[in-house]
């Protein structure tokens, strides 16, 4: 049995972290009414990841895994935190 150490922590991953980005992609190629800028981009990730709740799963884990929110709730969720980025946009 391996012991614990305080790096392990890098095994542990918010699977839905790479599905937000993976989904992002799709939805700016639909929503092209958006800024696109980094920092615009980076505030709709971060209120989308705060939004939805996280689904934590160890990397090396060669189990599927189970999808505890749709890809249609996130691309909503993006949505909504696109659409209140453009309201209170951070660029200059
Ligand atoms: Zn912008």
Request: glycine residues 0%; aromatic residues 8%; charged residues 30%.
């Amino acid at each position: 049995m391996a012991k614990i150490n305080i790096y392990d922590v890098e095994k542990i991953k918010n699977i839905n972290e790479k599905r937000v980005w993976d989904l992002l992609v799709q939805f700016y190629e639909t929503h092209s009414e958006y800024c696109t800028c980094r920092d615009c981009i980076l505030d709709v990730v971060s209120i989308t990841l705060n939004t939805i709740p996280p689904h934590y799963q160890v990397s090396d884990d060669p189990a599927p895994a189970i999808k505890k929110i749709s890809d249609e709730d996130i691309l909503k969720t993006i949505k909504e935190a696109a659409d209140r980025v453009a309201k209170y946009p951070h660029h200059i």
